[in-house]
Structures are given as structure tokens and as C-alpha cells.
């Protein structure tokens, strides 16, 4: 038709893809790459669209010795909706059974340390001396405080603790089923690497 402009043809070129990212400023080099004369991604050729440039605008790995991978780091936000009391009495009563026997086995050494040191003869001699009458003689401290007496009385505060936690344990995961219905809970932010 009268008036158009004449079309020059074009080379043939292959297609390329529209790419997701924009080329990076230079040009189409990519990282540490340059590019190719008289290739698609070469600035200043006349008649290249900016899908052609941008794909010949390729991100090229780096590859030298100092090259390490970035870690991304997935996070994921959670909400402990209901904590169930069977399985937090279950768990309360091992450890309060396990923080029993430590209480035991603690109790015993520092009896065994301090008898060894001579702590329960020198306290009980001022004590018997202090104490002593006509009548007879003083407080035994010895005696009142020997091994069996002491292991006795820590095994009985032992059970009263097992006792203890487990009950207050699962009346706390009561506690908390009821009030995470009315605030929906603790949330949690978990992050993991890959």
C-alpha cells in the first residue's frame, strides 16, 4: 500500500524465551561472562526487542575455589492449639521421678562429704557442750543426723515432689487447653536451613 514503510528482512534467529528476570545492567553479560559479538544479548545492534536481549542476559554460576552456596533458611510460623494432659503427665512424672533420684543421690554425697570433713562431729560437740545439763548430756547432733535418718526424710520429700509436679503439671495443660481456646494459643516461629 502507498504510505507504508518498506520491511527489511530479518535473520533468522532461534526463539528464545522470555525470561523472568530483567538483564543485568552491561548488557547480556551474566556474572563473570561477557557477552558474544554478534550474538542477541550484545548492546547497541539495532532491531533487537527487550525479550532478545533479555534472553541473552543468562545468570552463569560462579564456579572459582571461594564459591560457596548462600544457606536459605525456610521459617514457619505454628500455633500450639492444645497441649494433651495424658501425654503431660506421662512426661512430668519420669522427670519428676528422675529430679527424685538426683535429690536422693545428691543428699547422700553432700552427707558423706560433710561427715568426712568432720562438720556433724565438731557442730554436735559445741551443741552437746551448750546443751549439757545435771541431769545428762547434751543434743546428739551425730545421732540425730545419721545416714539412714537423713536418706529416709529426702526419700519421703522425694515422693511428695513426684506427687506434686505430676498433679500441678496436668492441671497446668488443663489450664492452658482452656485459655489457648479463648487466645488461640502460643505461636511459634521454627526456622529451618537447607
Known amino acids: 500500500m502507498p504510505g507504508e514503510r518498506p520491511t527489511t528482512p530479518q535473520p533468522a534467529q532461534p526463539y528464545h524465551p522470555p525470561q523472568a528476570y530483567a538483564p543485568p545492567p552491561g548488557g547480556g553479560a551474566g556474572r563473570g561472562g561477557s557477552a558474544v559479538p554478534g550474538q542477541p544479548g550484545e548492546p547497541g545492534q539495532p532491531g533487537q526487542s527487550g525479550q532478545q536481549q533479555a534472553a541473552a542476559a543468562v545468570r552463569r554460576p560462579r564456579t572459582g575455589a571461594g564459591a560457596r552456596?548462600?544457606?536459605?533458611?525456610?521459617?514457619?510460623?505454628?500455633?500450639?492449639?492444645?497441649?494433651?494432659?495424658?501425654?503431660?503427665m506421662k512426661v512430668s512424672f519420669l522427670l519428676a521421678i528422675a529430679l527424685g533420684i538426683c535429690t536422693v543421690i545428691a543428699a547422700a554425697v553432700l552427707w558423706m562429704v560433710m561427715d568426712a570433713m568432720g562438720v556433724f562431729s565438731a557442730v554436735g560437740g559445741t551443741l552437746s557442750e551448750a546443751t549439757e545439763s545435771k541431769k545428762g548430756s547434751g543434743f546428739d547432733l551425730e545421732s540425730f543426723l545419721s545416714l539412714p535418718r537423713v536418706m529416709a526424710f529426702t526419700s519421703i520429700i522425694a515422693v511428695i515432689n513426684v506427687v506434686l509436679a505430676t498433679a500441678l503439671a496436668t492441671l497446668g495443660a488443663?489450664?492452658?487447653?482452656?485459655?489457648?481456646?479463648?487466645?488461640?494459643?502460643?505461636?511459634?516461629?521454627?526456622?529451618?536451613?537447607?
Not at 69 to 88: E, F, Y
Not at 181 to 188: A, M, T
Open 69 to 88: 552456596p548462600v544457606p536459605r533458611t525456610r521459617k514457619a510460623r505454628l500455633r500450639v492449639a492444645k497441649a494433651d494432659p495424658w501425654s503431660v
Open 174 to 194: 488443663f489450664i492452658y487447653n482452656l485459655s489457648a481456646g479463648f487466645v488461640g494459643g502460643v505461636e511459634l516461629t521454627l526456622a529451618e536451613d537447607e
